[in-house]
C-alpha cells in the first residue's frame, strides 16, 4: 500500500517560515520522483516544487523560487518543504506526490491527503 502523509502546516503570519514533511512507504521513495502541489479554492493544483530520487537542486514554481526548498532523505523516507518569507498568497492545502520516472512534470500516481497553510497578514 502507498502511503504519503504530510504534516508541518498551520498558522503563519506574512514574512515568517514553515516545513512540510512528508512521510512515504519505502516502495513509494526508494526510486520515486517526489513533489508538493498546492490548490486553492476554484484553482486547479500547481506543482510548487519537484525532486527526483537523483537529487539535486529541483524545479520550483516561478512564484516561490528563492523562497522555497524541497529536499529529501532516502534513509528517512522523507521529503521535506522549507517555505521562507511566506506570503498571504501561499495561504493554500499542500498535497505530496510521487511517481515513477524521472519527469518532475508528468503525472503523478500518489498523494497524499493535504496539509492546510494558513498565511495572514
Known amino acids: 500500500q502507498v502511503q504519503l502523509v504530510e504534516s508541518g502546516g498551520g498558522l503563519v503570519q506574512a514574512g515568517g517560515s514553515l516545513r512540510l514533511s512528508c512521510a512515504a512507504s519505502?516502495?513509494?521513495?526508494?526510486?520515486?520522483?517526489m513533489a508538493w502541489f498546492r490548490q486553492t479554492p476554484g484553482k486547479e493544483r500547481e506543482l510548487v516544487a519537484g525532486?527526483?530520487?537523483?537529487?539535486?537542486?529541483?524545479v520550483y514554481a516561478d512564484s516561490v523560487k528563492g523562497r522555497f526548498t524541497i529536499s529529501r532523505d532516502s534513509a528517512k523516507n522523507t521529503v521535506w518543504l522549507q517555505m521562507n518569507r511566506l506570503k498571504v498568497e501561499d495561504t493554500a492545502v499542500y498535497y505530496c506526490?510521487?511517481?515513477?520516472?524521472?519527469?518532475?512534470?508528468?503525472?503523478?500516481?500518489?498523494w497524499g491527503r493535504g496539509t492546510q497553510v494558513t498565511v495572514s497578514s
Open positions: 506526490a510521487a511517481r515513477d520516472g524521472l519527469d518532475i512534470w508528468a503525472v503523478y500516481d500518489y
Open positions: 519505502e516502495r513509494t521513495f526508494s526510486r520515486s520522483t
Open positions: 525532486l527526483t530520487w537523483l537529487g539535486g537542486s529541483g
